[in-house]
Structure formats: structure tokens, C-alpha cells
């Protein structure tokens, strides 16, 4: 079936760049998402990007996409301690339920 | 901005003993998804729901199962009768059409001793 991989832990200093990386096996992948889930929280959309996307951008969120290699990340500029949290990487046929992975903890050093 | 809203936001149950959790979709919203999360692991698909049925369903979802959508508002996922493996984070999503994006609740956290 399809799987969704991820990096489990990632750790920046406030005020550096964060890449968080997921790949996915599901070559029918019609999006792709970001979810961020804040401790004791729900699943907040961060950005998704459609497969026949390279790139999206929306204020210091970039999301990368190689098609080709089945990869997608997800770039936090500027990154805050407000940005410590898990973020999921999802994906989807379009039609089907979202297939996730198992969350990449990002911790923040002020 | 509208958003899903669902209650509990915990619940702590006996073995045994049957829970319904609750779901608010949006409101224009018309498929409807339940998704859990056991501690440390993956989110993973339920069941989906659409026009008053059942679209999919994933093998976690058994007989001990079942969903509703008893009045225009609410949609809930019952569990019969609990056990500890059922222990986890639940989520609600909702999406106006299909293949659209998925928006989620808060989650319920089931606790079952």
C-alpha cells in the first residue's frame, strides 16, 4: 500500500531555516500536504501543492517537489519558537483518504 | 473562518463500555472523514461519508464501529464496546467536494482503562 516517510526529529536555532523532507511511494499522488499539530492540538492545514507543482510559496513557508524522486519538503524561513511543533506530510490520489507520516518534531533553540 | 469543531476534547472510559464521539463539519461542507491517532504513531484513515453512507471504510474500522449523521449538523462516530487499543487521538475532517482539501476538528482524546 502507500507509505509516507518522514525524518522523525529536527532541531534549529531561532532565526535559521528549518527543511523538513517526506517521501511517499504512491506515484498516483494528486496532492500533497502539510499539516502542523501543535502540543495537545488538532491537525492545522499548513500549504498543500498539487502534483504538477515544482514549487508554492505563501510567506515564509516554501514547499519543494520532485515528482521524480517522490519528494516533497517543506522550508520555514525566519523560524520561530512559535513554529515548535509536529509537522505531517500527507498525500492523496484527489478521491481517496490522506495518507500520512509519522510527524517530524521540530524543536526551536531560542 | 469556519472550522470543525468536535466534543469531547477528552473522554476516559471502561473497557467495555460504548462511546460516541462528535463531530461539527462545515457547514457547506458535504464529505466527512474520521481519522485516529494512537500515541507515537501515524494518523490513520477511518472511515469517509458521504450522502448518508458509507464511501470507504479502512480495515481498522470493524463491527465495533459505525458512524451517523443524525441531524443536519452532527456527524458521530460510535464505538461500541472499547478496548484499550482503541486509545487515542480522534479527528473529524471535513471537505466540500471531493478531492478537495481536507480541513480537521481538534481532535478527542479516548482514553480507555
Known amino acids: 500500500g502507500e507509505d509516507v516517510e518522514q525524518s522523525l526529529f529536527l532541531s534549529v536555532r531561532e532565526g535559521d531555516s528549518s527543511v523538513i523532507n517526506c517521501t511517499y511511494t504512491?506515484?498516483?499522488?494528486?496532492?500533497l500536504y502539510w499539516y502542523k499539530q501543535e502540543p495537545g492540538a488538532g491537525l492545522q492545514l499548513l500549504t498543500y501543492?498539487?502534483?504538477?507543482?515544482d514549487m508554492k510559496q505563501d510567506q515564509r513557508l516554501t514547499v519543494l517537489l520532485n515528482k521524480k524522486d517522490k519528494h516533497l519538503s517543506l522550508r520555514i524561513a525566519d523560524t520561530q519558537t512559535g513554529d515548535s511543533a509536529i509537522y505531517f506530510c500527507?498525500?492523496?490520489?484527489?478521491?481517496?483518504?490522506?495518507?500520512f507520516g509519522k510527524g517530524t518534531r521540530l524543536s526551536v533553540i531560542a | 473562518e469556519p472550522e470543525v469543531t468536535q466534543t469531547p476534547s477528552h473522554q476516559v472510559t471502561q473497557m467495555g463500555q460504548e462511546v460516541i464521539l462528535r463531530c461539527v463539519p462545515i457547514?457547506?461542507?458535504?464529505?466527512f472523514y474520521w481519522y485516529r491517532q494512537i500515541l507515537g504513531q501515524k494518523v490513520e484513515f477511518l472511515v469517509s461519508?458521504?450522502?448518508?453512507?458509507?464511501?470507504?471504510k479502512s480495515e481498522i474500522f470493524d463491527d465495533q464501529f459505525s458512524v451517523e449523521r443524525p441531524d443536519g449538523s452532527n456527524f458521530t462516530l460510535k464505538i461500541r464496546s472499547t478496548k484499550l487499543e482503541d486509545s487515542a487521538m480522534y479527528f473529524c475532517?471535513?471537505?466540500?467536494?471531493?478531492?478537495?482539501?481536507?480541513?480537521f476538528g481538534p481532535g478527542t482524546r479516548l482514553l480507555v482503562l
Open positions: 501543492i498539487f502534483s504538477n507543482m
Open positions: 461519508f458521504y450522502n448518508n453512507e458509507i464511501s470507504e
Open positions: 457547514s457547506n461542507h458535504l464529505y
Open positions: 475532517a471535513s471537505t466540500r467536494a471531493r478531492g478537495e482539501t481536507q480541513y
Open positions: 500527507a498525500e492523496s490520489e484527489g478521491n481517496t483518504p490522506l495518507v
Open positions: 504512491d506515484s498516483s499522488s494528486t496532492y
